[in-house]
């Protein structure tokens, strides 16, 4: 070797040990500290709210998750989506239909009645397979994305949930082998897949005789795949692979100039981004409040909606951060839950604008508006006056991913500046 | 010593694999009408310090493009340790071994000087726990230090002056461990106190092992550095031998004359 | 017989890339011009269908004949053009993503407006608004599209080869700084570039959603998806070449016939060729057929 390296001993080892330290929680900025506080006080949600509230807040953990999938790919790599209900429909009905025209025909043909465990794992097995239909769907976006730049990307993926709608329409009666009973339509698929948790509906695997108790119910289970969903993704994006898509975001030429690919990271963030909001959307179709695979839930209304509504959330909770999309949930919804008190025939305009000035105001998102905020407190308190004083120049990630965009658009525009 | 056109070099050799730990052999670029590069041949010594000299617009950038696997060459042979290497793509040379700096250096700005470097020593791989013992961030800094940022590499590029940018790009070439490493008229823009701290930069990286091939337009600040030089004029290469020789060589100022010093 | 049927779905291919042309000469012009792509290009073809709609019903107790529907559509995009520019991308033409994201709140907020307005208005419900047609057959109707589709296109290219203000637009498309050069005023062809821009994409929607038998508030990307459809014909002809758009119109509409017609089951896929067409050619060759840059 060129050159004399500071690796002795067993590296492997100390890897590992780092790890384990790092999930006992030891040695942890302040910041993370506070996200893991955070963390546990939605978990103690149920203690504090009343049922019907309980609901709306389990609509929020799913935006929460939405946003997170969207952020993936979008805030950390800079492949800019715009159609990402595109996964979550995948996801939704790819649940549906595996359960409700695979894994239960089936089951009925193999001449077994399910308690509530063999239900359990039939919904389990559905949502594995939304989870793969979605993430397919990654593939099917990601690897196109390779020769697309900025807008052109962006007209792909506003696109592809179109064009998945219309399936919808025109195999509403039935797609042959992989939906042979159909995909609904407008109106979406009649029968909803069973629950985790009901109150003595048909269709749920676990059966409790309180509003109350399955609002709670619903809500951890909710609350589980959140978890879940911020375990992949932490591990993900903290390790060395989370700095090769922020680095493909900032400058791919400087990416293959270390001797990396990007081509396979992007085609990983786009699936791993699928697949966390096909996994999302399946979880909801079997445990969330209205719970039901049709195109108004899982598009969001005029088809893009939902689609839009993850990017204004992670965006002004802060790109290419994973907290930032579950605070930025949190504003939108309290906002959205405000407005459609004051008034609601406007919805969802009033909302929307209030995200756009937001990120007017805001550009960076809340959570990195808040970590400088806090840096700036702690300084004063420490007397740093010099930290105080010293400016943070550098652009924020929003307004990077907008150049770089920016460039991409006049690449294929041409033409001298105007 | 005069060259011929078509490929024969001044002192009449043809180069095979084995005739150096980098050889060019018959390279040719074309672009539409224009021939960048001509039937251009050269090998490299392990652990030399190579200078690649020529006016602007000479060849030197294209060549090292296509060596470097930028752009594949139009026609010719490209030998690293002694395998055929033609065309390979610019990541997969960098993962054989070669490396190099750019002269239009663009850093990543969203990170540090260190995170910076740290990146270069990210595996390619998807699924990995590297990083997260800390060694790479520890070998990220070892290497700051070896360039001469180790007073700034918390800092971000943006707040770098020219000779820490450059400093910075020789720290991510470096970060890749090469055997070879091309390095990109490094000493535009410097003061004489900075071009003789990257000289023994150099030199110290050559006496762990390392084969340097520098590019300049202009001999000033190579002289001290290079054992030996090729120099090439639209294209092809024009003379080759020491640094003394290559002053002397009546072909070589002809190139020169009127334009940059000797 | 089969030869009776192609020419049936020749016939009807004619008409209906004659109102595809239409629908994407609004876009085109903004793009050549500007370099810009406007995003609300949809909702100014549904504002002008909203137009006619208020103009021939009796939510205004009056019920006009389509005649004035059709004008009051064109003035309404002509006018929607106009102030946009002007109270708007002016402003901030040289900065493409934020004219993208205004062009896209813009549309957002006015198909949104809309809506809502109708929402307030009994019995018409927001996805289903009447707006008549300005003939009174379907045939008669798609002649009236057809003849008009080829004489606007046909006072465009004059105007643009053979007028001053036209050649300005040209000039100023190639380059702002040339143009100011030879004294025009790139302030005042952008407007009239988008004034135009806006009466075509008006026209277009009440032309629209009267073949179609009603608007919608979603019409823009409802098949045919006039504002998806729009990108499609601009990038299949090549950026900014209004030859490009026209025959980038004639293909499409004319693959969507056909597939419509003789593909088993091809009834669901009208609106969607489209989108397949646009993703094809994104993907193997987005330069267009015409090459791109300057209008011609």
């Not at chain 2, 030998?79 to 990543?108: C, N, W």
């Not at chain 2, 800094?141 to 790009?169: F, N, S, W, Y």
Request: glycine share 12%.
């Amino acid at each position: 070797m060129a050159t004399e390296t500071p690796l002795e001993g067993d590296v492997d080892r100390r890897r590992r040990r780092a790890v384990v330290e790092k999930l006992l929680l030891r040695d942890l900025a302040l910041r993370h500290r506070l996200g893991i506080l955070g963390v546990g006080l939605l978990g103690l949600v149920p203690l504090l709210a009343q049922p019907r509230e309980l609901n709306q807040f389990t609509s929020v953990l799913y935006l929460m998750m939405f946003a997170i999938s969207w952020d993936v790919v979008s805030g950390y790599t800079g492949q800019l989506s715009f159609g990402h209900a595109f996964f979550f429909a995948l996801g939704g009905y790819g649940t549906s239909v595996t359960v409700n025209q695979h894994l239960l025909p089936l089951a009925g043909d193999l001449g077994l009645t399910l308690g509530p465990v063999g239900t359990v794992l039939v919904i389990l097995g559905g949502i594995v397979g939304g989870t793969l239909v979605a993430a397919l769907g990654g593939v099917l976006i990601g690897v196109p994305a390779l020769r697309l730049d900025g807008p052109y990307l962006s007209l792909v993926t506003l696109i592809a949930p179109l064009l998945l709608y219309q399936s919808l329409i025109i195999f509403s009666e039935s797609l042959p082998v992989l939906a042979p009973g159909g995909l609904g339509g407008t109106s979406g698929l009649l029968n909803a897949p069973p629950s985790f948790v009901g109150i003595g509906e048909l269709n749920t695997a676990v059966t409790v005789d309180q509003q109350w108790v399955g609002a709670v119910a619903r809500y951890y289970i909710s609350f589980l795949a959140l978890l879940i969903v911020l375990a992949v993704t932490y591990g993900v994006t903290r390790s060395a692979a989370g700095s090769v898509f922020t680095a493909i975001r900032e400058d791919e030429d400087a990416v293959r100039s270390v001797g990396m690919n990007p081509a396979k990271f992007k085609i990983f963030a786009f699936v791993l981004s699928a697949a966390i909001g096909g996994f999302a959307a399946a979880v909801w179709m079997h445990a969330g409040p209205n719970a039901a695979p049709n195109t108004e839930n899982l598009f969001g209304s005029g088809r893009i909606n939902l689609s839009i509504n993850v990017i204004v959330v992670a965006i002004i909770g802060g790109m290419g951060t994973i907290v930032g999309s579950i605070v930025g949930a949190l504003f939108f919804a309290f906002a959205d839950a405000v407005v459609g008190g004051l008034v609601p025939n406007l919805k969802p305009l009033p909302t929307f604008l209030l995200g756009m000035l937001a990120l007017v105001f805001l550009p960076r998102g809340v959570v990195p508006e808040l970590t400088r905020f806090g840096r700036r407190l702690l300084a004063w308190r420490r007397g740093e006056v010099d930290r105080l004083l010293e400016r943070d120049r550098s652009p924020s990630t929003l307004k990077r991913t907008a150049e770089k965009y920016r460039e991409e658009i006049e690449e294929i525009v041409g033409g001298e500046s105007r | 010593m005069s060259a011929d056109a078509a490929g024969t070099e001044p002192d009449g050799r043809s180069y095979g694999p084995d005739d150096g730990i980098l050889v060019a052999e018959d390279l040719r670029k074309e672009f539409g009408g224009l021939t960048a590069v001509d039937d251009l041949s050269f090998a490299v010594k392990e652990q030399e310090i190579l200078g690649f000299i020529g006016p602007n617009g000479a060849g030197k950038s294209t060549t090292f493009n296509c060596v470097t696997g930028t752009y594949p060459p139009t026609d010719g042979t490209v030998y690293f340790k002694g395998d055929d290497v033609t065309g390979i793509p610019a990541h997969d040379m960098v993962k054989e071994g070669m490396s190099r700096t750019f002269q239009e250096f663009a850093p990543l700005e969203d990170r540090a000087v260190v995170k910076n470097v740290e990146l270069a020593l990210a595996p390619d791989e998807l699924f990995t726990l590297s990083g997260m013992g800390g060694e790479t961030e520890q070998l990220a800094r070892e290497i700051c230090r070896r360039v001469g940022l180790g007073g700034v590499m918390d800092q971000t590029p943006a707040e770098l002056p020219h000779a820490g940018m450059l400093k910075l790009e020789l720290a991510r070439a470096i970060a890749t461990q090469p055997d070879v490493m091309l390095v990109d008229e490094p000493f535009a823009g410097l003061s004489a106190d900075e071009v003789q701290e990257l000289t023994e930069v150099m030199e110290s990286l050559r006496r762990h092992g390392m084969t340097l091939i520098v590019v300049d337009h202009n001999m000033r600040g190579l002289l001290n550095l290079i054992d030996r030089a090729f120099v090439i004029q639209f294209g092809s290469k024009i003379a080759e031998g020491t640094p003394e020789e290559i002053k002397n060589d009546p072909e070589v100022q002809e190139a020169y004359l009127g334009g940059e010093e000797i | 017989m089969v030869l009776g049927e192609i020419l049936t779905a020749t016939g009807t291919a004619i008409f209906r890339s004659a109102l595809y042309a239409i629908i994407a000469i609004g876009f085109t012009l903004i793009f050549g011009v500007g370099g810009i792509l406007n995003f609300a290009h949809g909702a100014f073809i549904t504002v002008g269908m909203f137009a006619a709609f208020l103009a021939t019903s009796d939510v205004f107790l009056i019920s006009l004949p389509i005649w004035v529907g059709l004008l009051a559509g064109t003035g309404a995009g002509a006018l929607l053009g106009a102030v946009t520019y002007v109270g708007i991308i002016r402003y901030v033409r040289d900065r493409p993503v934020t004219v993208l994201i205004l062009t896209f709140v813009i549309g957002f907020f006015l198909i949104y407006g809309i809506r809502i307005w109708v929402q307030g208005i009994d019995n018409i419900e927001a996805l289903s608004i009447p707006v008549p047609q300005v003939m009174g057959t379907d045939f008669l109707n798609n002649v009236f599209i057809l003849v008009t589709s080829w004489l606007l296109i046909g006072l465009l290219f004059y105007f643009v080869n053979y007028t001053r203000t036209g050649r300005a637009i040209i000039a100023v498309s190639q380059s702002d700084k040339g143009a100011a050069l030879v004294g025009i005023d790139a302030e005042k062809i952008n407007l009239v570039t988008w004034t135009v821009a806006g009466a075509f994409a008006g026209y277009a929607g009440v032309l629209l959603a009267g073949a179609y038998g009603s608007g919608s508030w979603l019409m823009s990307i409802q098949p045919p998806a006039p504002l998806i459809l729009s990108f499609a014909i601009v990038i299949l002809g090549g950026l900014g070449s209004i030859k490009g758009s026209i025959a980038g119109a004639y293909i499409i509409g004319f693959v969507e016939t056909f597939a419509v017609n003789f593909v088993p089951g091809g009834q669901q896929l009208a609106g969607v060729s489209s989108l397949v067409l646009l993703v094809v050619f994104l993907l193997v060759k987005p330069e267009g057929l015409f090459g791109r840059g300057t209008s011609e």
